[in-house]
């Protein structure tokens, strides 16, 4: 399984980005899918969730109204369209696969497959 996450980069606050995650080795469409985010001397935290059809999505408390998570079975894709960003969204963000659709979105214990990671950078 190799889940490999793009779509980093530096932008102004206030800027947009959109992340993507190509998944390959996996049923896709039988895994719900995660993007997470660590900052410097902080730890792995949840960012969004969205199950297999893409009907629910969840997010942080933090990122709600300002974030978008989305996917497209047919490219074995997951999106992160992040807009309004600020500098405390700076971190190296992570896709997360789970083929066994735990409720527990938002826990790194959910989810089997890691992508390697792309960083973002927001500067005020």
């Known amino acids: 399984v190799q889940l490999q996450a793009s779509g980093g980069g530096l932008v102004q606050a206030g800027g947009s980005l959109r992340l993507s995650c190509a998944a390959t080795?996996?049923?896709?469409?039988?895994?719900?899918m995660g993007w997470f985010r660590q900052a410097p001397g902080k730890e792995r935290e949840f960012v969004a969730a969205?199950?297999?059809?893409?009907?629910?999505?969840y997010y942080a408390d933090s990122v709600k109204g300002r974030f978008t998570i989305s996917r497209d079975n047919a490219k074995n894709t997951v999106y992160l369209q992040m807009n309004s960003l600020r500098p405390e969204d700076t971190a190296l963000y992570y896709c997360?696969?789970?083929?066994?659709?735990?409720?527990?979105?938002?826990?790194?214990?959910?989810?089997?497959?890691w992508g390697q990671g792309t960083q973002v950078t927001v500067s005020s």
């Open positions: 997360a696969a789970d083929p066994g659709g735990n409720t527990r979105y938002d826990e790194k214990r959910s989810y089997d497959y």
């Open positions: 080795g996996l049923i896709f469409s039988r895994n719900s």
């Open positions: 969205i199950t297999w059809t893409g009907r629910w999505t």
